[in-house]
């Protein structure tokens, strides 16, 4: 549930964020509102649960790479769903676990047997069909901005396991949401910033408070449960982005979009199913994972 939730909270951020976008919202400026109000739920979880005390770090520079890296994917997956319907914008970010696989072979040096490489490549495959790259028929720029989106989504995840042994979820939680609010500061000075009327500001600071909560959600289901029971939920989040888009904009996903994405989904649990038997194999008997 907590990660289902999680799932609609980011569907509802990101069809916020296309709205706020068609109002003519600059991308920094929806980044300074998404990171600014996410810290009034992020700071009440912090007061309840962890105490500040667990903003103590050891690793500021690992919380630079993450956040430069998290950041450029949010710029481009801001930028996508301005482009894209909702629902192919979200089903392109399901190609994260196929460049995390490919990314950990790369820079981690960890193996990867030839079944999860070729389901990147299947994965891959289903990538292609979402985008259809037929004369007419493909947005290159979408797609591109989808694409790099899920590359800094991975890049972002690889980075947080290179930090995670000495940072807890809150700590690199925070210090991402710090510095996408000075991101959105900056770029909002250097790029340009309008004032929106008052129904475009309240979406926009419920796209921070919604985006915060979403965040919140993720960090508890993983502390109740583990990650191979929660991570195929994510799915569900393309089914929240598809009601949300025809609700909203009267959107129906294209049928190449539902067929690339049912095997981008297969190939990404695939991929957590070999992750998680590796796992286990180099776990010692009775210990937990």
Not at 96 to 121: D, K
């Amino acid at each position: 549930m907590l990660r289902v939730s999680a799932m609609a909270c980011l569907a509802l951020m990101f069809a916020l964020v296309k709205w706020c976008g068609d109002q003519s919202v600059p991308v920094f400026e929806i980044i300074l509102f998404r990171n600014l109000f996410a810290f009034v739920p992020l700071g009440l979880y912090i007061w309840r649960t962890t105490g500040f005390e667990v903003l103590r770090t050891q690793r500021p520079f690992g919380h630079l790479a993450r956040s430069a890296v998290g950041l450029a994917g949010m710029v481009c997956g801001f930028s996508a769903v301005q482009y894209l319907p909702l629902s192919e914008a979200t089903a392109l970010q399901f190609a994260s676990p196929l460049f995390m696989t490919a990314l950990s072979a790369l820079l981690l040096a960890e193996p990867v047997g030839r079944h999860r490489w070729a389901a990147v490549i299947l994965g891959f495959i289903g990538v292609m069909i979402m985008a259809r790259p037929l004369p007419g028929q493909m947005n290159l720029v979408g797609v591109t901005f989808g694409l790099l989106s899920a590359l800094g989504v991975a890049g972002a995840m690889v980075a947080i396991r290179q930090i995670a042994d000495t940072e807890r979820g809150p700590t690199i939680v925070f210090y991402f949401t710090l510095a996408g609010t000075v991101l959105g500061l900056i770029g909002s000075l250097l790029f340009g910033w309008t004032i929106p009327d008052a129904r475009t500001l309240g979406l926009l600071v419920l796209a921070g408070l919604v985006g915060g909560v979403g965040q919140l959600f993720l960090t508890e289901a993983l502390r109740v449960a583990p990650i191979g029971v929660v991570a195929p939920f994510d799915y569900t989040q393309l089914i929240w982005a598809a009601l949300l888009g025809l609700v909203i904009w009267d959107e129906f996903p294209h049928p190449a979009t539902l067929v690339g994405a049912a095997i981008v989904t297969a190939s990404g649990i695939y991929i957590l199913h070999r992750e998680l038997q590796r796992l286990r194999s180099a776990t010692p008997a009775g210990e937990a994972i």
